[in-house]
């Protein structure tokens, strides 16, 4: 609707410069007005909803009360421009450029090697900037904290910490340096032969060549900018967009009048609320005031009663003000204000943090707030204002349950918030659960304040408020006043249980599930209260007098562990790798740490991805309507409404399909049925984006369900769904072995997992005005499928369709085959309207549309001797494949292929088979199965110790390979680094010394538990067909010596480009600085393989080094005419002489093969050895754990780039961390997608990473079968997660054999909190009430 009145002038500036915004659109976040507007790409989308950092700046703003500049870290994707009047903004841009000047964090993060995939980068470049600029000498916590709330699916995250440590105050670098161990203490060449520790370097960059910091060189707070901040606007300025009108009143008197206008309008301050809200549940409000500029909203005061913050301070400033308040006043007045301030650090990150104001806090109400439980037991009182006066309501139960009649009137507004001191004899405290440390919205949450009677342990008022166990924060009122005047002991804490369960009462199906953990947590959090209170109390001269003579209850030392938190510390860790031969060339960068070729282009935002290629002539914008039942007929598709909105184009169904339809049972666009929810039906295309997307919600279709709707494993056995016939492989004599043996019969579950690249899938399709070529930039692992796709879908020859990788944003295999599926459709659309298609998947679309890693049910029954050996094992897995066969069928076979692991057993049976289901597609993961079955494999051999009383790694070792030996499929293999890998582990990691000191450990603590574990490996690398094992590349050497290189590898982040231009130099003894790599593309390198099965530098690595070659030995002769020639000088000669300076390599590949009806073939060209221990400590009360410390030694042989491969051990450990601990996909019982972001999909965040966490290449390690003797390590790293599981599962059972439970159990994987708190069964899991599962409908059906 257009506005009579005229939008004022929105001012701004961004690095440096002016941005007027004449008609500014209150809809707009600062990430899409960076992105298309000022075309600055460097800030990434990822999540849009402030959970993954990504799109981190930094905003400067004049502060009114202190007057000073603030400097802050926000999630650009939740700010909206017209919030940012008068401020500044930094972007990575404006940090720093390769064609100017690297900024000292640009150039640290990318030298540190961290940097991957680069679409975190610029988000942690900007947190660590920011940070920088309020403190130029951090401290260690500062670091963590700053990047807590920014997540990298690569890394491990070990590196960025890394390069933010060398600016820290305490930093410390490499541990062997001066020690004569460090590789940069005697020159990276100095070392001498192989094999000898001299030869091992523990540094991976060389910190000396950093640039210092130089603080005054960062861009000042603009003068035009000050000035307006010094004599501010009083005027309400008004910003009306399309659908939005924007207020912004100068002063609290307009503030008050507008809210009586407007009594409707939402006040927005960090918009991390509404910003959510609207994105996900479609919140929508057509008028928002901005109390931006009113500083009384920011105002601070103290009495010597308590302390009133406004509500305008955001909770980063709370932070600050209470830590200062905590500083200055006597600990019993600040009760409350330390319980606040332990919230403050785990609360969301740092953005989110400088964003949230206390106010939006408070009146958000959410159920998790962290906030509000504490506020309203430290007896919080709200400073409410209108047009009409002042008053002051408490923050208590009934506002939190949004009673009208202790809730703000609509033309009320929450000016400050009064917390009052604590007083003597009270003691507050907070606690909360989430599946991570950090950045995780809590399962519950709870604020617990009792004041005793002075001197003595006598209840005289108790508070206890909980959040995430209802609709709202829950005051536990009735318990709280049945408990007055009791007396603080055992008997009360019995009580008090039981009065809790009864009143924080969770029906079985209740909003968010997990419904006995969070009972479990009401009264284990109370507990730990109890215990800290009593500890208090216990200090000497504390109670003046106990009545009746009773003393105190002691509490033993061992149970006082209950009460610590777990800190978050900055890793530490030693990467060692075997230095080069000192007589290798200084030139050739072969096995040196070479960082990645786009490391600088990621930090500085330079890097281009597919959505960062500038909008082109007439381009339109692609949005999915997807299905939302998990099984029906199709009635009608209505888009009559949707055509009818401003913007819309067209609507692409299947019939607008000129070829075929993707394959008959996995069709491209749904027709006539749907086989799950988020099944593509059509394809709304508008003008833009926002257009299409509303016009998705308009698109109406009708649905006749269908039976059968199949979701779980369970239920497709019941049916005899599946999507191919069983594999199966056999060797020895299972049943006869079992006859003779003690056996057991267990089940095992493994969930399924999230690719989570950060870059959600996009493509862009180029229609060109000639024979039907198209142009398609896609973010994919094998772009010659997506071609092959697109020609069939239109109809069209392949040699008209071009796609272009420049590079991806993350794969790890969930870029293999959805990319084409999503590059038909846009050329499809592309085809019917003629125009340019850009698809952009949402992070919820994304996760709900394209499957992920298989989740897995095994059933083993395993036959052993006393002694551990095991004699026989017959496995039997079900794969949930989801609706359509995609890799299932290959998943399937390499998890039999693989099962075996490291272990050597006689009589031998595993079978795999993969469900048919009603959800979205399963599909390739890093790995591809061997992480869900080997979990499988080693679960049973933990089951195996536990039963014959011996450790585990005992029993590892007694059954693992020792000599060479053939697999289970019989190929042969000399296990020889296998048992080198396993041997170097136990002795670095000292594990036995540290077995003695866990036991040790965990005699001394009840609630805490150490657990350890060492896993070994054997992973087979590279596709079970021969055809699979070929690769092709292009080398042209231009007149002036420059060299460009095209090979058919994609750019995933692991590094591919770097690592061939490392081979390219070597084979032409050129330096890399000569070479190019500009994409990857189907009209230079045809007929690729997906870049995926970890043998992707292997392949492409020979036929670079083919090529190359080739054109050395046409250059040859002239080399040899002319030996003291230059380079250029030789190129100028061959082409003076006509000699061909373009050659195309080849690599046949490997031969591989597998002969299923026999049960034996060659299915893979060679092993990856590795071996992984883990210690971990868990809270038993809570089911949190932290990890310790991690070892990994893994067999590089000759690594063709230390750093890299360190890089890719650490990130594929640390996503294999995720799969088995915290990454935990949730579905309606109706098979919709529940986790669908970072808010409720857990990824490991930054203090997710070991405390210590040390990697190992083997020394002296080759195979001939390879380019330079080196491997691909882009996958086997995933499984080694598996020892941080196992710990977890080692602590647990030290935990249930200390409360006398039967030992046979099994975690399921992921191990969450939950899962691990209902195994460290005690009296509190006891006492919940336990519903019977036909009683309700649960939240969430489990899935494997
Ligand atoms: C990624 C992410 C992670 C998070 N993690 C956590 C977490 O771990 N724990 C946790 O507790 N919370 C968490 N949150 C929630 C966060 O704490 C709240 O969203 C935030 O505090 C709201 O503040 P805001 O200023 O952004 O509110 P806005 O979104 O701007 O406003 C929210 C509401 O408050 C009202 N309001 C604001 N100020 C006033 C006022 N002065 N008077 C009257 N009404 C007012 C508005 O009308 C609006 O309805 C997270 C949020 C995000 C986005
Ligand atoms: S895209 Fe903004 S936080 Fe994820
Ligand atoms: S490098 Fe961090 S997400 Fe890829």
């Not at 009296?1323 to 899935?1343: A, G, L, Y």
């Amino acid at each position: 609707m257009p506005h009579l009145s005229r939008s004022d002038e929105l001012v701004f500036f961004v690095n440096g410069r002016k941005v007027l915004e004449r008609n500014a659109d209150p809809e707009v976040t600062l990430l899409t007005f960076l992105r298309k507007n000022l075309r600055l790409t460097g800030t990434k989308y990822v999540c849009g909803r402030g959970g993954c950092g990504a799109c981190t700046v930094m905003v400067s703003k004049h502060d009114p009360v202190s007057r000073k500049i603030r400097h802050f870290s926000v999630t650009a994707c939740l700010v909206p421009i017209c919030s940012l009047y008068g401020a500044a903004v930094t972007t990575v841009e404006g940090v720093g450029s390769i064609k100017t000047r690297l900024h000292p964090v640009q150039e640290r993060i990318a030298k540190s090697h961290g940097t991957q995939c680069g679409f975190c980068t610029p988000g942690m470049v900007m947190s660590m900037y920011t940070l920088l600029r309020n403190h130029p000498q951090p401290s260690e916590e500062q670091l963590m904290e700053a990047l807590g709330g920014n997540l990298c699916r690569c890394t491990g995250y070990r590196p960025i910490l890394e390069s933010g440590r060398t600016f820290c105050a305490e930093s410390s670098g490499c541990q062997q340096k001066g020690r004569g161990k460090c590789c940069l203490d005697q020159g990276e060449n100095a070392a001498s032969s192989l094999g000898r520790e001299s030869d091992i370097c523990t540094e991976l960059f060389a910190k000396d060549e950093f640039q210092p910091l130089d603080p005054t060189q960062e861009l000042i707070f603009p003068p035009e900018l000050l000035r307006m901040a010094e004599n501010p606007e009083k005027r309400t300025l008004t910003f009306h967009g399309e659908r939005v009108t924007w207020i912004s009143p100068g002063t609290l008197k307009d503030l008050l009048e507008l809210k009586v206008k407007h009594p409707d309008a939402p006040l927005i301050l960090g918009n991390t609320s509404l910003g959510p809200a609207k994105k996900s549940q479609g919140h929508f409000h057509p008028v928002l005031l901005s109390p931006a500029r009113i500083s009384e909203l920011s105002m601070v005061s103290t009495t010597s009663e308590g302390l009133t913050i406004g509500a305008g301070c955001s909770l980063a400033q709370v932070k600050d003000i209470l830590a200062g308040r905590v500083s200055e006043l006597p600990e019993e007045k600040t009760q409350t204000y330390r319980a606040l301030l332990k919230h403050l650090k785990r609360l969301a990150g740092q953005q989110i943090r400088n964003m949230a104001s206390l106010g939006g806090h408070i009146m958000s109400r959410h159920c998790y707030s962290d906030l509000n439980p504490v506020l309203a037991v430290g007896n919080t009182a709200l400073n409410l204002m209108s047009k009409e006066g002042t008053r002051q309501i408490p923050l208590d139960r009934d506002f939190l349950a949004g009673l009208a009649s202790a809730d703000l009137k609509p033309e009320e507004i929450l000016e400050s918030v009064y917390i009052p001191h604590s007083q003597r004899w009270e003691f507050v405290s907070a606690f909360r659960q989430a599946q991570c440390q950090q950045n995780a919205l809590a399962d519950v949450t709870a604020g617990m304040r009792v004041l005793f009677q002075e001197g003595t342990d006598t209840i005289e008022d108790l508070s206890l408020a909980y959040g995430g166990v209802g609709d709202a924060t829950i005051s536990a009122q009735k318990s709280c006043q049945q408990l007055l005047g009791r007396r603080w002991n055992e008997p009360m804490l019995d009580e008090a249980c039981r009065l809790l369960l009864d009143e924080v009462s969770l029906p079985g199906g209740a909003p968010g599930g997990s419904v006995e953990f969070k009972r479990t947590l009401v009264v284990s959090f109370f507990f730990k209260f109890y215990l800290e209170v009593l500890q208090e109390l216990k200090k000497p001269g504390k109670l003046l007098s106990v009545p009746d003579g009773h003393h105190f209850p002691e509490i033993s030392d061992r149970f006082l562990s209950a009460l610590e938190d777990f800190p978050a510390t900055v890793p530490q860790g030693v990467q060692r790798y075997q230095s080069v031969d000192s007589h290798q060339a200084l030139q050739d960068p072969v096995g040196r740490p070479i960082m990645h070729l786009s490391g600088l282009k990621h930090a500085t935002g330079e890097a281009i991805f597919c959505d960062d290629i500038p909008t082109v002539d007439k381009e339109l914008f692609m949005a999915l309507v997807t299905s939302t039942r998990a099984h029906a007929k199709i009635i009608s598709v209505d888009l009559s409404k949707a055509l009818e909105l401003p913007g819309v184009v067209d609507v692409i169904t299947a019939e607008d399909i000129p070829g075929t339809n993707g394959a008959e049972d996995d069709k491209l666009l749904a027709v006539d049925k749907v086989l799950c929810v988020g099944q593509i039906v059509c394809a709304v295309v508008a003008e833009t984006e926002a257009q299409a997307k509303r016009a998705v919600e308009e698109t109406k279709i009708a649905y006749e369900d269908l039976e059968p709707i199949i979701f779980t494993i369970e239920d497709a056995i019941k049916h005899s769904s599946f999507l191919c016939p069983e594999k199966k492989l056999e060797q020895g004599n299972v049943e006869k072995a079992f006859e003779e043996v003690d056996q057991i019969v267990e089940e095992v579950h493994v969930g399924g997992q999230e690719h989570f690249y950060m870059e959600t899938q996009r493509v862009l399709v180029i229609p060109k005005t000639e024979d039907k070529e198209l142009d398609i930039y896609v973010s994919t692992q094998d772009p010659a499928h997506v071609q092959k796709t697109v020609s069939s879908t239109l109809n069209i020859p392949i040699n008209r369709i071009t796609c272009h990788v420049k590079r991806v944003g993350g794969g790890f295999g969930g870029k293999v085959g959805r990319p084409a599926v999503l590059g038909a459709i846009a050329a499809v659309g592309a085809n019917k309207t003629g125009y340019p298609i850009r698809l952009v998947l949402d992070r919820e679309d994304d996760m709900l549309i394209t499957g992920g890693r298989h989740p897995l049910f095994g059933k083993y029954n395993v036959g052993f001797m006393n002694s551990g050996r095991i004699r026989a094992l017959d496995i039997e897995c079900f794969i949930n494949g989801g609706c359509t066969l995609d890799d299932s069928e290959l998943v399937t076979e390499f998890l039999i292929l693989k099962m075996e692991n490291a272990y050597k057993i006689r009589n031998l049976r595993f079978r795999g088979r993969a469900c048919m289901t009603n959800l979205p597609s399963n599909t390739a993961f890093r790995g591809f199965g061997f992480p869900q079955g080997t979990l499988v494999t080693e679960s049973c051999i933990t089951a195996v110790a536990a039963k014959c009383g011996l450790l585990p790694e005992k029993v590892r070792e007694k059954n693992m390979y020792k000599t060479v030996d053939k697999t289970i499929y019989k190929q042969a293999f000399n296990p020889e680094p296998l048992i080198r890998c396993w041997n170097e582990c136990l002795d670095k990691s000292s594990f036995h010394s540290r077995r003695m000191q866990v036991a040790e450990f965990n005699k001394k603590n009840y609630w805490r538990k150490r657990g350890l574990a060492v896993v070994p490996m054997k992973f087979s690398v590279g596709f079970a067909a021969t055809s699979f094992h070929q690769a092709a590349a292009l080398v042209h050497i231009y007149t002036d010596g420059s060299v460009l290189v095209t090979h058919g590898g994609n750019e995933l982040g692991q590094g591919i480009h770097t690592k061939m231009l490392q081979v390219a130099s070597r084979e032409l003894k050129v330096p890399m600085s000569h070479m190019h790599i500009c994409e990857t593309s189907t009209a230079t390198v045809p007929n690729t393989i997906a870049t995926a099965a970890s043998i992707g530098s292997d392949v492409n690595g020979r036929a670079v080094q083919n090529a190359c070659q080739i054109l050395l030995k046409r250059l040859e002769p002239i080399i040899k005419k002319n030996p003291e020639g230059t380079w250029e000088d030789w190129i100028e000669a061959a082409f003076e002489q006509r000699i061909n300076l373009s050659a195309t390599g080849y690599f046949r590949g490997y031969e591989a093969f597998m002969d299923w009806e026999k049960g034996e073939g060659d299915p893979f060209p060679y092993y990856v050895y590795g071996a992984a221990s883990s210690e971990v400590e868990v809270d038993c009360l809570t089911g949190a754990h932290k990890k310790i410390r991690t070892d990994i030694v893994m067999d590089a042989c000759c690594s063709l780039n230390p750093a890299i491969d360190i890089g890719q051990i650490e990130g594929s450990f640390t996503q294999g961390m995720g799969l088995y601990t915290t990454e935990e996909l949730k579905y309606s019982p109706e098979g919709v997608l529940y986790s669908r972001g970072p808010d409720d999909y857990k990824i490991p965040t930054i203090t997710d990473v070991p405390e210590e966490f040390n990697v190992s290449l083997l020394p002296s390690s080759q195979t001939p079968l390879t380019i330079y003797s080196s491997k691909g390590l882009g996958e086997s790293g995933m499984f080694l997660g598996s020892s941080v599981f196992f710990a977890i599962a080692d602590a647990v059972a030290t935990a249930r054999r200390e409360r006398d439970i039967a030992e046979d159990f099994t975690v399921r994987s992921p191990a969450t909190p939950e899962r691990v708190r209902m195994a460290c069964a005690d009296r509190f899991t006891e006492m919940i009430p336990r519903d019977d599962p036909k009683t309700f409908k649960p939240w969430s059906i489990p899935i494997a």
